[in-house]
């Protein structure tokens, strides 16, 4: 059977790539040459078929017509310029500054934490979940003026404890 391929081969390689450059793009005709030989390699009963070089020809014809759908699909659906693969960002942050954040997070947590537990929420109600100082005081039952002093109270301390710098302007709104 090896000898049969390999006779093949040779008898059909130079015309039936010929003919796959002429129904496709001269860059993919070797590999459309090569995917016919390797088919007709494949093929379950080799002895079956009658005419080896009209398989190889219909095999090729069949590779370059999808090679030319797909070209179509995909020049169709990519974009205009090219994109290189330095332009591409990664939307999330670098290890080392995720790393970071988590570590600024359990720093700024950890000094909230020494307060009591009504301040600390008077807080994270205020500052990180964005509520005015009377829903504030609803969500936790204490008057408004209250919820003011505790959120002034927390600010205090985070300050002391890690200054103006650390907290930054996101929570300063």
């Not at 069949?62 to 090219?82: F, G, M, T, V």
């Not at 720093?107 to 909230?112: D, I, N, Q, R, Y």
């Not at 929420?121 to 205020?126: D, G, P, V």
Request: net charge negative.
């Amino acid at each position: 059977m090896n000898n049969l391929l390999d006779i093949l081969f040779r008898r059909h390689k130079k015309e039936l790539l010929a003919f796959a450059e002429r129904q496709s793009n001269v860059n993919i005709a070797e590999d459309i040459t090569q995917e016919a030989f390797l088919r007709l390699m494949q093929h379950p009963n080799l002895a079956a078929i009658e005419n080896h070089r009209a398989y190889l020809f219909k095999t090729a014809a069949n590779l370059s017509k999808n090679a030319h759908e797909h070209e179509q699909i995909r020049s169709r659906y990519a974009p205009d310029e090219a994109i290189e693969l330095e332009q591409l960002v990664c939307p999330l942050p670098a290890l080392e500054f995720a790393i970071a954040a988590q570590q600024q997070i359990e720093c700024f947590l950890a000094v909230l934490t020494q307060l009591p537990e009504v301040v600390q929420h008077a807080f994270i109600l205020s500052k990180l979940d964005g509520l005015s100082y009377p829903e504030v005081a609803e969500a936790l039952g204490i008057s408004g003026k209250s919820a003011q002093r505790y959120v002034f109270k927390a600010w205090q301390h985070l300050i002391q404890h890690l200054g103006n710098d650390f907290l930054g302007d996101n929570l300063t709104r």
